[in-house]
């Protein structure tokens, strides 16, 4: 399963993006589908993450800023981010949970990442 990614770019403090993110292959059903962040000079870290069935969690920083959705007959993602601010700038990556058709193991997938910057 390749995952991809777009939305990224310069926005000023304040200001909004739509991250969207594709999973393409066959043969497979997602688990649920998220965003992770890397800011400069840190760890990767949870932005939000949204199943399947709806259920959605998101990192304490961006709770009320951003929501995240799934159309699961596209295997598409979107981050909504909302009064972004200079401390969101990061690389976002898009990440899935998926398993084959009648399979029980779960794999992991990640895109490539899609630069955000808030600029202040």
């Known amino acids: 399963v390749q995952l991809q990614a777009s939305g990224g770019g310069l926005v000023q403090a304040g200001g909004s993006l739509r991250l969207s993110c594709t999973a393409s292959?066959?043969?497979?059903?997602?688990?649920?589908m998220g965003w992770y962040r890397q800011p400069p000079g840190k760890q990767r870290e949870l932005v939000a993450t949204?199943?399947?069935?709806?259920?959605?969690m998101y990192a304490d920083s961006v709770v009320g800023l951003s929501a995240i959705s799934m159309d699961n007959a596209k295997k598409t993602v979107l981050l909504q981010m909302n009064g972004l601010k200079p401390e969101d700038t990061a690389v976002y990556y898009c990440?899935?949970?998926?398993?084959?058709?009648?399979?029980?193991?779960?794999?992991?997938?990640w895109g490539r990442g899609t630069q955000v910057t808030v600029s202040s």
């Open positions: 990440n899935a949970r998926w398993q084959y058709y009648g399979r029980t193991f779960v794999r992991t997938s």
């Open positions: 292959g066959t043969g497979f059903t997602i688990n649920d």
């Open positions: 949204v199943s399947s069935g709806g259920a959605t």
